[in-house]
């Protein structure tokens, strides 16, 4: 059974790289647009890792990160932003790991497969 990620994130054209690109990874890829009772959504769909998106339009990744850590503390959760200044913020400590936005997802597949210890 493949494993399942959830890609959070408010721009159509990111979800639709990334759910194709892991899609031929083997993956069973969901996305979200925004954090609209995200919560509700990892409790129903039970992926086994996050992408989450940093800045989106009325949600803020970082809060939605501490929403996830107090209620799936073990989810593996990979911030992505289009932004390397958030690495800095004191909040985005509690996720896995961090990727900077890129067409290139070398990096973010290796950290997925890190994580998912495939």
């Known amino acids: 059974m493949p494993k399942k990620i959830l890609i959070v994130d408010d721009e159509a054209h990111i979800r639709l790289l990334y759910s194709e690109e892991l899609t031929e990874e083997g993956y069973e890829v969901i996305t979200a647009e925004d954090g609209l009772n995200l919560l509700e959504r990892i409790e129903i769909e039970r992926p086994n890792l996050v992408i989450l998106d940093i800045k989106m339009v009325n949600y803020n990744g970082l809060d939605l ?13 990979i911030l992505c932003s289009a932004y390397d200044t958030f690495k800095d913020d004191i909040k985005s400590i509690a996720a896995d790991q961090y990727v900077i936005k890129s067409f290139d997802l070398t990096e973010l597949k290796s950290k997925i497969s890190d994580l998912l210890n495939d």
Do not use: C, G
């Not at 990160?65 to 959760?77: G, H, S, T, W």
């Open 65 to 77: 990160l501490q929403d996830i850590r107090n209620k799936f503390y073990d989810l593996p959760v």
